[in-house]
């Protein structure tokens, strides 16, 4: 494969080649009695491939929707592809649901975006609840929320045939950003992954529903990558240039930029260098065990060694940016000068008059259930506890977790910011902190604290953080896992009881010791729920968000280790729960 600008120059070249005209006509489209119909005046379905609906009697253009069947692999009419309904046409949407027996629909767009509506709420927000139009009827009867997508089970009543009503699963990708495209290849795969664990493609008899708002930018990227995905199972060779000009024959402008199509390439480019990183509970202990084998074609290295090079050669794939911990005004607040946020993820505090005021050496990380679940930050220095206590406060962060001691090896990793006895508080800034409670659990702390507005303490609801320390982390080093593992469990106990699910995750850079615990923890939540891992991917995630971390092998196979104990520890395999 082409390597770095000579690759991006071929794809630019590659993608203004391909045809954006054709012979295919769109006469229906363009009738006056359809026009309202569609969204965009230069996005319509070609005569020839477009979703005919049944004719309601006396309804002129009663048999048009803005939709277009787009084959396969190796199947015909494997996909819908379809602009988002607008009010004017979400009854036919329901209508095409209910004629071609659809049972899953992929929406790629948030309903609004920069502040123009992008496509129609056509379900409720709440369980149980329902919206009625003049013939369908659409009850919210579940909801599964993941970091960048959640999975909604609705059930579509036909008024007018009262014995009638179909079940459809709704797969809901929220993390495709306004423009471009997302900064995490990887995070769409998992979703396609997700839809086709569900929905096999080998197995569907129905088309599969894909839409964004026009139903050709990002409807186009999701169908040419789950194609490619298919014929990679099947075929030694691929080709994006062909699949995506047998989209357009299909349907106009499907794959409508240039970076969508590069970032097709940059998907199945991973897909191809990582290989299949998921492991089962049941083999989670086998493949942990075999991450120290020499394995052929690899040059004497490790299969933990190999995993960790294919890390570091993706990692040259995302540069970030590091003006603002760079900032003359911000360097002081830096316990390391190479230890800086990604501006794009960077945790921003609320301007109080000062003119550092916004900046504190910490990063949002996505969770397996929640982007930005975690704050991964450093130990706080004397001039940033105040920072440090602002930022659990705007952002209502319920526990801490501490994987450092005040001081390690004669220097300090974080400066004390609790209160010294049970009973005492201190004032930061604007805040007061209250220390309600301490107590041991062998090498965990744990601290129990009220914090409270300094200028407004009798109205506003006081935050109550969980802090637990581990101090059995030796700095540049590894604990046992057992602990680990008891942090974990003391962890899943606090936010239970929290109101507040967003965690701070600290140590003395807040990069290799807080990174190795997020990692872990994301993906105990996923095996619990899925009975799956991937290491591998969530190291690659939050490594976006917070360069530099699991900054080693040991630190790698320690991920599995911990993991595989839990397993062994707890029977999870046999006990997980079914996601759907």
């Known amino acids: 494969m082409r390597k770095g600008t000579n690759k991006k120059t071929h794809l630019a070249n590659e993608y203004e080649e391909l045809p954006d005209q054709f012979q295919s006509e769109s ?12 969204k965009f005046k230069n996005i319509y379905p070609f005569d020839e491939s477009r979703v005919c609906l049944t004719n309601i009697p006396g309804k002129h253009g009663s048999d048009y929707i803005n939709a277009s069947f787009i084959d396969g692999y190796r199947k015909k009419k494997q996909y819908i592809a379809a602009q988002g309904p607008l009010k004017e046409t979400v009854e036919d949407f329901w209508r095409m649901v209910c004629q071609y027996k659809v049972e899953a629909v992929v929406m790629l767009t948030r ?39 959640q999975i909604r089970k609705l059930e579509i009543k036909n008024e007018l045939k009262y014995d009638k009503s179909v079940t459809v699963t709704q797969f809901h990708y929220t993390a495709w950003p306004d423009h471009g495209v997302p900064d995490n290849v990887m995070s769409v795969i998992r979703f396609i992954r997700h839809v086709r664990k569900l929905f096999p493609a080998a197995s569907q008899d129905q088309p599969l529903l894909v839409h964004c708002s026009a139903g050709v930018g ?11 995905m298919q014929q990679m199972k099947a075929e030694a060779t691929l080709s994006v240039c062909q699949c995506v000009r047998n989209l357009r024959t299909q349907r106009m402008k499907m794959v409508q930029t240039q970076a969508q199509y590069e970032f097709i390439h940059q998907a199945l480019s991973e897909l191809v260098v990582c290989g299949e990183t998921e492991v089962t509970a049941s083999s989670l202990r086998s493949f942990t065990e075999s991450l120290s084998s020499i394995e052929g074609g690899t040059g004497g290295i490790s299969k933990a060694q190999k995993h960790f090079q294919n890390l570091m050669e993706l990692d040259s794939q995302h540069k970030g940016t590091f003006k603002g911990g760079s900032e003359v005004k911000n360097v002081r607040k830096n316990r390391y000068a190479n230890t800086l946020p990604n501006d794009l993820y960077r945790v921003n505090l609320r301007f109080n008059q000062e003119p550092d ?93 009220e914090v409270k507005s300094v200028e407004d303490a009798t109205s506003q609801t006081p935050l109550i953080v969980n802090a637990l320390q581990l101090i059995s982390w030796p700095k540049g080093g590894l604990p046992h896992s057992k602990s680990i593992i008891t942090l974990l469990q003391m962890l899943t106990g606090a936010l239970m009881k929290s109101s507040n699910k967003k ?49 080693n092998t040991d630190h790698y196979v320690f991920c599995y280790e911990v993991l595989s104990r839990y397993v062994d520890d707890m029977d999870i395999y046999a006990n997980f729960k079914a996601l759907v």
């Open 27 to 38: 006469k229906v489209a363009c009738l006056p009695h359809n026009i309202p119909k569609n």
């Open 111 to 149: 309903c609004v975006e920069m502040g123009k509506q992008k496509c129609l709420q056509y379900w409720p927000d709440r369980i149980n609840d329902s919206i009625s139009g003049d013939s369908f009827t659409t009850t919210l009867t579940s909801v599964l929320t993941f970091a960048d997508y």
């Open 218 to 228: 990002r409807t186009g990227t999701f169908i040419t990558l789950d194609m490619m």
């Open 357 to 449: 005021s916004t900046y504190i050496n910490a990063s949002f990380v996505d969770g397996y259930r929640q982007n930005g679940a975690y704050i991964a930050t450093q130990g706080p220095l004397e001039g940033t506890v105040e920072d440090f206590w602002r930022m659990m406060w705007e952002y209502k962060c319920g526990c801490i977790v501490m994987l450092c001691q005040l001081e390690e090896d004669g220097q300090e990793s974080s400066y004390p910011y609790w209160p010294g006895e049970e009973g005492e508080e201190m004032v930061c800034g604007r805040l007061s902190v209250r220390l309600v409670e301490v107590r041991g659990h062998g090498d965990i702390v744990e601290r129990r604290m």
């Open 503 to 551: 965690s701070v995750v600290m140590c003395s850079d807040g990069v290799v010791r807080s990174g190795t615990f997020l990692v872990i923890h994301s993906q105990l939540e996923r095996l619990k729920t899925e009975g799956v891992v991937d290491v591998f991917q969530a190291i690659k995630s939050a490594r976006i968000h917070r360069p530099g971390v699991i900054p």
